[in-house]
């Protein structure tokens, strides 16, 4: 212990008389001193009591079951593992808070090499106090110049420098450099800071101050530092105890009990704040009267309780509060105090402090109360300064993986400029297209001409053939209303993609099979074709395949036309003759099949495997069909859109390698940019890149990630549902044998996000060029129509649609749009243009 002297007080000063009236005196002074020292005495029952309430607590924290003023808070730090030993670099490690009025800053350097350590420089300034209770940004500022002080004497750049934030005070860390304190502690009290990110604070302070250039690369708390800078001993350092100025422990906790994580697998290091443990039960009866003297007479009465039981800035005072206790009582300095006796704070730790007799008497604790706990102490070297240096070292690697992510997501953020440019480029290649003129625009004419009245009756057949599904169905129009038996059957991709005749040859086998089950056998029923791949039509029942498309790729189809191949299978089948009536695109067969329930539905939009848009167009402004009142259906096959180079601007290297591997490569630009049969691809390219890169995977090519077509639309669905936790995405991914940790599933998220919203918002311009289009053909201020959208992709994504209209809203503000999902499929509506013509020739024959 320091002298008494300096308290202004002599051994054995004054008379030995009672100053205070009232007071007895002391019959024999050393059993008074015994009888106030008892207070603190603690036996092991109360200490069972407190470790049996403070772990409840703790539980309690944890699973999210927390009063308005918790116990013990349980903050989740963002550091999800012990140190490597690889860590390397030159950071700054900024420390605040952890000792009492001062501030430290060192210089760290980290070799990567275990056993290899470079003694760190530091420096320590002394906060004024009228800094530790004044304005915020004058503390940070105060830190800053700190700061700048010490690297001047250093031989050091202005360049990439990096620190590390050790800020020791309760704060919900939100990022690894994201924290915001929730309240102050051990005596300071700066305005204008709890609620707020300190990390902001300190950036801010550090570029008003202009001297060095400072990345703040993470925040840490004094305890997480000390754990990381821990040397392993027997087994790695799990647990990381401050007893400073103020106290607190963190450890590593298994992920899933953490309720806020949403996490179940990994752990991740708790800062408990177990300064602010008070359960009244538990540590009523071991708090003294100079307990609650000193809670009362400190800067934040009610709170932090145990840490003033503890913590150094709290046990000279409670030494002092004794003596002023004893001296009043006569039992001291001859019943005298002093003014210095008198004043809070004159004794400090330092003064009291025996750190030999506190350890060994923290080990017995420790025994005594976990005794199947074999614990060893292993005394921080250098406060902590080497652990924030190994936080900051992966923060810095985290902060330069995403610095690459957002650099190679950049090209798919488009802005609206952007995208009213694909808008405008769609029209000039709709009217260029409609002129007969070169564009890559096909805009043909579907012979559909009228939508169905209501006065269609009889039974009818239809194929739907290009899709995720083949089918065929029964469609009964009644006066009722629509009937439909349908059944789906499979096209394997080695009929797909072999000869023309095996096409239509498995396609008849199929219609076949259907009557048969349908006992339909033997009937010549009017059948109506959806075939939703681009065709010059010269008529209703004619239709020349002009190119194959999604993976599709029979031989001898391209230039044929479809209805005759059709045909003739069902001749070399010898199967019942077909009276096929119609073939009608995939976009038709949604917008007449919406038709039916809306007339205002005047557009058919698939977003599926692949995409594209048909429309109602002025028969006047359709220079290969003659007539010029009326009009027809233009099937657009937007999907070729920039196939002329014209998207050349937007495309990104991940959609040259696409189109590359495709079977059609340079053709369909526009849909492999949107539609689901591409997403995933583009996504896989993507995941490759950033692999190569060694920001995802641990930098680890897969053999998984390598096999093409492993992203299926429905996982990109899947993957950005609102309600999936981050774990299930890690699910869905470690399904398709990629194993990653949170991190990876994260930007694997980021990245699907990018690429579906690109995809919906090139989509929702297109639309917009088509619905601006039909309103001045019109001559419409306003026009109100609707759009029958069907396709997997539209259907299951989450967020397609909604950005697909909030894209449509902004590039067409005149038109009110309003999409309906067809139910039924396409194939419906190829029975009802059958259907319509039907009737119509009925009426010619009559
Ligand atoms: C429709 C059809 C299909 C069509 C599909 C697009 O309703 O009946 O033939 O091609 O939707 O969706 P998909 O996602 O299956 O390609
Ligand atoms: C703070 C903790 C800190 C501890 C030790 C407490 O007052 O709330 O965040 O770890 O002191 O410095
Ligand atoms: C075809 C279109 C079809 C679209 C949607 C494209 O690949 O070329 O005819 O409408 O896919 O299925």
Redesign the pocket.
């Known amino acids: 212990m320091d002298s008494i002297g300096s308290l202004g007080l002599q051994q054995g000063e004054g008379a030995p008389s009672c100053p205070q009236e009232g007071l007895p005196c002391p019959s024999n002074s050393s059993e008074m001193v015994q009888e106030c020292l008892q207070q603190f005495k603690v036996t092991g029952a109360q200490l069972r009591q407190i470790q049996t309430s403070l772990l409840g607590s703790m539980e309690q924290a944890l699973r999210g079951q927390v009063g308005p003023a918790p116990a013990v808070r349980m903050l989740p730090t963002y550091v999800g593992s012990t140190p490597h030993g690889t860590e390397k670099g030159d950071f700054v490690v900024l420390e605040l808070g952890a000792t009492g009025a001062s501030l430290r800053v060192l210089w760290v350097t980290l070799t990567g090499i275990e056993g290899h350590k470079v003694e760190p420089r530091s420096q320590e300034f002394v906060i004024p106090q009228e800094v530790m209770l004044g304005p915020g940004q004058q503390l940070f500022d105060f830190a800053a110049r700190c700061l700048s002080e010490f690297l001047d004497v250093l031989p050091v750049d202005n360049q990439g420098l990096q620190l590390g934030f050790s800020f020791s005070f309760p704060c919900h860390q939100t990022g690894l450099d994201k924290s915001t304190l929730i309240s102050w502690t051990k005596g300071f009290k700066c305005s204008d800071v709890e609620g707020q990110d300190v990390v902001q604070l300190l950036r801010d302070a550090i570029q008003r101050q202009g001297a060095y250039s400072i990345d703040v690369v993470a925040v840490v708390n004094d305890t997480v530092g000390t754990m990381m800078g821990c040397e392993p001993g027997v087994g790695p350092c799990e647990v990381g105890l401050v007893v400073d100025t103020g106290t607190n422990a963190c450890y590593m906790e298994e992920a899933r009990h953490v309720a806020v994580l949403d996490e179940d697998r990994g752990r991740v290091c708790i800062s408990i704040e177990w300064g602010s443990f008070s359960d009244e039960g538990a540590l009523g009866p071991v708090q003294t009267i100079f307990d609650h003297t000193l809670d009362h007479e400190s800067l934040n009465p009610g709170a932090q309780r145990f840490e003033k039981m503890i913590g150094g800035l709290y046990l000279g005072e409670l030494v002092r509060l004794v003596l002023v206790h004893l001296a009043q009582r006569g039992v001291l300095f001859g019943g005298h105090t002093s003014p210095v006796l008198r004043s809070q704070g004159s004794i400090l730790l330092e003064h009291v402090a025996e750190m030999e007799e506190f350890l060994s008497v923290l080990r017995e604790t420790v025994m005594l109360l976990a005794p199947n706990c074999d614990v060893s102490f292993i005394p921080s070297v250098d406060g902590g300064g080497r652990g924030v240096a190994m936080v900051t070292a992966v923060a810095a690697r985290l902060a330069a993986h995403r610095r690459l992510l957002e650099e190679t997501l950049a090209p798919f953020r488009l802005t609206r400029e952007q995208l009213a440019e694909v808008q405008a480029q769609m029209r000039e290649a709709m009217a260029k297209g409609l002129q007969g003129e070169a564009s890559s625009l096909r805009m043909l004419p579907t012979y559909v001409r009228a939508t169905p009245d209501g006065s269609e009756r009889g039974d009818f057949l239809a194929l739907?053939?290009?899709?995720?599904?083949f089918?065929v169905l029964l469609v009964r129009v009644t006066t009722g209303g629509v009937q439909i038996s349908s059944q789906i059957y499979s096209i394997p991709e080695c009929v797909a993609q072999g000869s023309g005749q095996q096409l239509f040859d498995h396609i008849v086998d199929c219609i076949v099979d259907f009557q048969q089950k349908q006992g339909l056998s033997g009937q010549s029923l009017p059948l109506g074709f959806?075939f939703?791949f681009p065709c010059r039509q010269m008529g209703l029942d004619q239709g020349i395949l002009l190119n194959w498309t999604k993976g599709f790729n029979a031989s001898d189809c391209e230039g044929q036309d479809v209805v005759c191949l059709l045909r003739e299978a069902i001749r070399r089948r010898q199967a019942v003759e077909l009276n096929v009536v119609a073939i009608v695109n995939?976009t038709v067969?949604?917008m007449m099949s919406c038709g039916y329930e809306d007339p205002h539905c005047e557009v058919g939009l698939?977003v599926?495997?692949?995409t594209n848009v048909c429309y109602m167009e002025e028969l006047r402004n359709v220079a290969s069909v003659d007539g010029d009142s009326g009009q027809m259906c233009i099937n657009t096959e937007w999907g070729a859109f920039g196939d002329d180079g014209s998207l050349s601007m937007l495309s990104t290297r991940f959609d040259a390698s696409v189109d590359q591997a495709s079977i059609n490569p340079g053709k369909q630009r526009f849909e492999k940019m949107i539609s689901?049969m591409y997403l995933g691809e583009i996504v896989r390219h993507i995941l490759l890149h950033l692999t190569s890169l060694g920001v995802l995977f641990r930098g680890q090519q897969t053999q998984r990630l390598q096999t093409r077509d492993i992203f299926k639309t429905k996982f990109l669905s899947e993957i950005e549902s609102d309600s999936l936790a981050l774990r299930q995405v890690r699910a869905i991914l470690e399904d398709l044998g990629l194993p990653l940790t949170s991190d990876d599933a994260l930007m694997v998220l980021e990245v699907c996000q990018a690429v579906s919203q690109r995809a919906a918002q090139l989509c929702g311009a297109g639309v917009a060029a088509v619905v601006e289009k039909i309103r001045e053909n019109r001559g419409l201020e306003e026009l109100t129509i609707s759009v029958g959208v069907?396709?997997?992709?539209y259907k299951l994504h989450p967020h397609f649609s909604s950005l697909v209209a909030a894209t449509v809203r902004e590039l067409a503000p005149r038109c009110v749009v309003t999409f309906l999902q067809?139910e039924d499929?396409?194939?419906k509506g190829a029975a009802l243009v059958t259907a319509v013509a039907c009737r119509l020739a009925q009426r010619t024959r009559i």
């Open positions: 739907d053939l290009g899709g995720t599904n089918r959806t939703s995939d067969g949604t698939i599926g495997t692949g689901g069907d396709g997997t992709l067809s499929g396409s194939g």
